[in-house]
């Protein structure tokens, strides 16, 4: 049985979709800390967090014509889990590329060395990534470099979820192979 909650929810979900800014800002004042909290919890950085479920709202207002929402607080718990995931899934893509940059420039033995090493990594990485099939190379790209996430690259390319994630996982597997290779050579 629907709780008197859930019917007020819906209600303003409802006209939310068409565009009334009043209950897109009832949603925001009644669901922003629940959210907040989460987001804090898992990112465990309070700016960050409040980062997180910014841009959820604002994604939520700018995609309200064609969202379709059966529970918000389904969506939004799992909006929030999502992007708290990507983030710290980014983040730790971006420490790996970052310590990898930062082996290099010490076990360098010069700056030509060095400027070489780093045309180097970013050529493999671009061989890589073309030697991908379209799609796959497509899927991370909009992944990687776009900031989409699964279902958003699901929706738009019309495909499952499960696939967007089989694709990722053999673009990363693919490149990593490729840096991994690299590294051997560099430094042997």
Known sequence: ???KTNLSSN????????????AFRKLYELYW??????????????AIAKDIVQEIWIKLWQKREVIEIRSFEAYIH?????????????????????????KSYILSESA???????????STIKHAMNSLPKRCKQIFEL???????????AMELGISKKSVENQISVAVKS?????????IFLFS
Not at 11 to 22: C, D, H
Not at 33 to 46: G, L, Q, W
């Open 1 to 3: 049985m629907p709780t």
């Open 11 to 22: 209600l303003l979900v409802l006209e939310f979709t068409k565009s009334n800014k009043r």
């Open 33 to 46: 800390e629940v959210m907040y909290i989460k987001a804090t919890s898992i990112v465990e950085n309070e």
């Open 78 to 102: 799992t909006a929030v889990r999502n992007n708290c995931y990507k983030y710290l899934r980014d983040k730790k893509f971006s420490s790996v590329r970052l310590d990898f940059i930062e």
């Open 112 to 122: 030509s060395k060095k400027q070489h090493d780093l045309e180097e990594t970013i």
């Open 143 to 153: 992944s990687r470099f776009k900031h989409y996430s699964n279902e958003e690259i």
């Open 175 to 183: 490149i990593r192979s490729n840096l991994t290779v690299l590294l």
